[in-house]
């Protein structure tokens, strides 16, 4: 003989898989709707509406407890501003299952279970004390989590399959009003993170932007400074790498180890050599007339090599949305090309 169990159920969708694994394990339960909790008398109609069409469709029995939302709201005095899961949940709990375990006890089940647990929202433990805390020895709190082994995410595909109405709050307004701070600071959440979103593909934007007009100025400038060596433009009168010269450990000039000195003067240095020189062959500037750095940092433009300086820039609109982000309107863009020029090489 299966057992005899009153399930109470607090809406369609949760008791789907649980009538599911109750009958897997040889237990028919008989469906009890006692839920004073609900908000109103509307959301009361629409779950039970929602649990006739599923038992219905399974042949499940249907018990519903009369709608006494004023016998709750006496449980639960005192306890209104509570957190959701707190002393005020503990207490709903059980309300509707000490109805459930009257029900259960005046017509002979072996005892009396709840959906509650098939719910990720609700702790199993808080639930399984609130049972237990309002059996009686005629109908003692049967213990089932029905959480365990995707029971819920079971339930979501059952409710789909028959089309269940699936609410969005667990049930009283305490819990509504949190549920809709919840939506309210998500909403306030989501509207941050997509202006956090805005500003960092305009940052990106605003960046190519910038990356773009450097690199036209860049090659404007090198024209420039390839069109002043080419036709005969006059050496720059000074250059900070020429004037920070040191020669090398040897105290030689244009030697190889000068090339260790490093710092401001590393890159045209090699530039020098590798306009005027095969790689690693000096000779060419050591044998040549006036290719002392020194004489050059002292005579500026007489010395037979040098730098060519051309400059361009660019003005570059801010993007409007990275105005305030940035403080302005427009921003510029802009470079300066040394170009090396040894006689008439460049």
């Excluded at 530039?271 to 004489?295: F, Q, V």
Aim: proline content about 3%; charged content about 25%; overall charge negative.
């Amino acid at each position: 003989m299966s057992q005899r169990l009153l399930l109470h159920a607090c809406c369609g969708p949760c008791s789907t898989s649980c009538v599911e694994r109750l009958r897997a394990e040889g237990i028919e339960p008989v469906l009890f709707y006692a839920n004073d909790n609900l908000a109103s008398r509307e959301e009361y109609d629409r779950r039970l509406g929602a649990l006739r069409m599923f038992a219905e469709a399974e042949g499940v029995e249907v018990r519903a407890k009369p709608y006494d939302h004023d016998a709750w709201r006496e449980a639960v005095r005192g306890m209104e501003a509570e957190p959701e899961g707190g002393r005020r949940c503990s207490a709903c709990f059980r309300h509707s299952l000490a109805a459930a375990a009257a029900e259960a006890g005046r017509d002979g089940f072996d005892g009396f279970s709840t959906t509650l647990t098939v719910s990720p929202h609700k702790r199993t433990a808080q639930v399984f004390e609130a049972g237990h805390a309002v059996e009686t020895p005629a109908a003692p709190f049967r213990e089932h989590d029905f959480k365990k082994r995707g029971g819920f995410l079971r339930s979501v595909v059952l409710a789909a399959r028959y089309g269940l109405y699936r609410q969005s709050f667990c049930g009283c307004e305490h819990s509504l009003r949190a549920s809709e701070d919840r939506r309210g600071q998500a909403v306030v959440e989501l509207t941050i993170a997509l202006f956090c979103i805005l500003l960092l593909v305009g940052g990106l934007l605003q960046l190519v932007i910038l990356a773009h007009s450097d690199t036209e100025t860049m090659a404007e400038a090198t024209a420039r400074a390839s069109e002043a060596a080419a036709t005969g433009g006059s050496f720059a009168e000074s250059f900070s790498p020429v004037r920070d010269w040191r020669p090398g450990r040897d105290g030689m000039i244009l030697t190889r180890d000068d090339r260790e000195v490093g710092g401001s003067l590393a890159g045209p240095r090699q530039d020098i050599a590798s306009r005027t020189a095969p790689d690693g062959d000096w000779s060419a500037l050591d044998a040549a007339d006036r290719t002392d750095i020194r004489s050059f940092a002292e005579n500026g433009a007489s010395a037979a090599f040098g730098f060519v300086h051309a400059h361009a820039e660019q003005e570059v609109e801010v993007l409007p949305f990275c105005r305030a982000l940035f403080g302005l309107r427009e921003a510029r863009t802009g470079n300066d090309v040394w170009m090396v020029k040894v006689g008439d090489l460049y």
